[in-house]
Each structure stands twice: as C-alpha cells, then as structure tokens.
C-alpha cells in the first residue's frame, strides 16, 4: 500500500493506493505512515480533482476507485455513488433504495465505515429531521462539504 498527504481546504488528507486503484481516504489527525509515495500517477489525479472539486470545478469524481467491504457495505457506498451533487438523503432513504427499509442503523454504520469519504459521498447523507449527523471526519467537515455543493448550484 501507497500513501499520500494532500492539502485542502478542510485540512489534510492521507490518500491511499495499492498503485492502481485509490483505495482510501482520511482526514487528519492522522498517524503519517512511514513512508509516502506523491509520484503515483493515481495520487496526482486525486489531488488535482479535489482541488477542482473545492473550487467548485468538479461535480462527479472520475477516479479509479476498488472498495473493500462486506456485501452489506458494498451495496451502500454503491448506492452514495449515486447521490447526485448538491443532493441529500436521509438514512432512511438510503435503506429503502437498496432494499433494506428497516436496517437504518446498519445502514449508518456502513455509511460512517466508507473508506473513500468525498470521493464516494457520505457526507450527502442527513437525519431524517433534516439534522446533520454523524460523520467520520466530524460534523464541521460534512457541514462544509454540503455548503460548498449548495453553494456552486446557487450560482
């Protein structure tokens, strides 16, 4: 495994990579890892999409991506891929679209286990009540994203 730290607007993120595929994604604090690899072509492509997406350039992330999960977990952050930008569920409706209306619970703990956050949308999920809860790399972070998706369709 490869590893990568990129600036952001939100902080630093440690990225990882088996050299091929983008393999996850999280925010600091961190423990650096010994030894990091920012010459990976997969690294460069990720750096340059987020700092597109922060500007408000990107919408839809192009990068290759393997997630590593239960199926239960599979089929939820196949189904945050799905999330439109701009765009919000509520845990119940993530249950109810991949067919398990009464997990919403597990549902919200495959959702805060995703391994690529960003990338694959989990801070597009909200309470039922509209509330903001739960997210890996605290409430600020998924406050900051959804606003900085509002705010680009706004304009």
Same mark, same amino acid.
């Given at each position: 495994?490869? &590893?990568?730290?990129?600036?952001?607007? %939100? #902080?630093?993120?440690?990225?990882?990579?088996?050299?091929? &595929?983008?393999?996850?994604? /999280? &925010?600091?604090? =961190?423990?650096?890892?010994?030894? /990091?690899?920012?010459?990976?072509?997969?690294?460069?492509?990720?750096?340059?999409?987020?700092?597109?997406?922060?500007?408000?350039?990107?919408?839809?992330?192009?990068?290759?991506?393997?997630?590593? #999960?239960?199926? =239960?977990?599979?089929?939820?952050?196949?189904?945050?891929?799905?999330?439109?930008? #701009?765009?919000?569920?509520?845990?119940?409706?993530?249950?109810?679209?991949? *067919?398990? *209306?009464?997990? %919403?619970?597990?549902?919200?703990?495959?959702?805060?286990?995703?391994? %690529?956050?960003?990338?694959?949308? /989990?801070?597009?999920? %909200?309470?039922?009540?509209?509330?903001?809860?739960?997210?890996?790399?605290?409430?600020?972070?998924?406050?900051?994203?959804?606003?900085?998706?509002?705010?680009?369709?706004?304009?």
């Amino acid at each position: 495994m490869y &590893f990568s730290v990129i600036e952001s607007p %939100i #902080g630093e993120v440690l990225i990882s990579s088996d050299g091929e &595929f983008l393999r996850g994604l /999280c &925010f600091s604090p =961190f423990e650096l890892p010994p030894e /990091c690899n920012n010459d990976l072509p997969i690294f460069k492509e990720t750096q340059q999409q987020l700092a597109a997406y922060f500007a408000g350039e990107l919408k839809s992330f192009d990068l290759p991506i393997h997630l590593e #999960g239960s199926p =239960f977990q599979l089929r939820v952050w196949q189904e945050l891929l799905k999330i439109p930008y #701009g765009m919000t569920l509520s845990y119940k409706q993530l249950a109810e679209r991949i *067919g398990e *209306g009464k997990s %919403i619970r597990a549902v919200g703990r495959a959702n805060g286990q995703n391994p %690529i956050p960003i990338i694959v949308p /989990c801070h597009r999920v %909200i309470g039922s009540n509209g509330q903001l809860v739960g997210y890996g790399g605290g409430i600020d972070k998924k406050l900051f994203l959804l606003k900085l998706e509002k705010s680009i369709l706004l304009d």
